[in-house]
């Protein structure tokens, strides 16, 4: 079965870039989420996207900014980026409320 | 503001052993809970759902209950095995007029299962 498919892997990127993570939600799944694990921590909810609109705010910095396109997939948009930026972030979809979330792998950033 | 815990932090068993991971909740006004492995560096992987009309749910050798007035719910692992190592996190959905607010996760239970 598909799952929800996060690119790239890996990125390392220096303090003050920019970064962009994508998502490929499971077909059909209307709705996106963004979470951010630190190291040794829980994922903590960043934003969520339903039909291609903003749905939730988390814990998102302004440096940060995502969308969600025609075709459903996301982007994560990171900016002036961080040493304390370095996470693992994942992407989950679900179907409409009350459906489990599905998570991706993740993306682990590391900002050096 | 709805805060999960999680007890214990970490846990670690001979192999065979049934065990239960708590899991505590602040606000009883959820729409549902769901269980999550994850092993390290890796994502999460759901494991089992639970609605807040329902009482428990049951995969396999696993099994959650859910107490939403107590705000508790637990997760029962049936003959444990080493491949049961992982971190087992709960997560719980608010009750929200928007019905789609996103998942509060606790810290998690480290388990090992010592062959």
């Known amino acids: 079965a598909a799952g929800v498919i996060q690119s790239p892997r890996h990125l390392i990127k220096e303090k003050r870039e920019t970064a962009t993570l994508k998502c490929y939600p499971i077909?059909?799944?209307?709705?996106v989420y963004w979470y951010q694990q630190g190291p040794g921590q829980d994922p903590q909810f960043l934003i969520s996207f339903y039909e291609k609109m903003q749905s939730d705010k988390g814990s998102i910095p302004d440096r940060f900014s995502a969308q969600q396109f025609s075709d459903y997939h996301s982007e994560l948009n990171m900016s002036s980026l961080e040493l304390g930026d370095s996470a693992l972030y994942f992407c989950a979809s679900s179907l409409p409320t009350g459906s489990p979330l599905h998570f991706g792998n993740g993306t682990r950033l590391t900002v050096t | 503001k709805q805060e999960v815990t999680q007890i214990p932090a970490a846990l670690s068993v001979p192999e065979g052993e049934n065990l239960v991971l708590n899991c505590s909740f602040t606000d009883s006004a959820i729409y549902n809970l769901q269980w999550f492995r994850q092993d390290p560096g890796k994502g999460l992987t759901s494991l089992l759902l639970?609605?807040?009309?329902?009482r428990e749910q049951t995969s396999g050798r696993l099994n959650a209950s859910l107490d939403k007035s107590s705000g508790r719910s637990t997760l029962y692992i049936a003959a444990s095995q080493p491949g049961d190592s992982a971190t087992y996190l709960c997560a719980v959905r608010l009750l929200m007029d928007t019905g789609r607010r996103a998942l509060t996760f606790g810290s998690g239970t480290r388990l090992q299962v010592q062959p």
């Open positions: 639970i609605q807040s009309s329902q």
């Open positions: 077909p059909r799944h209307d709705t």
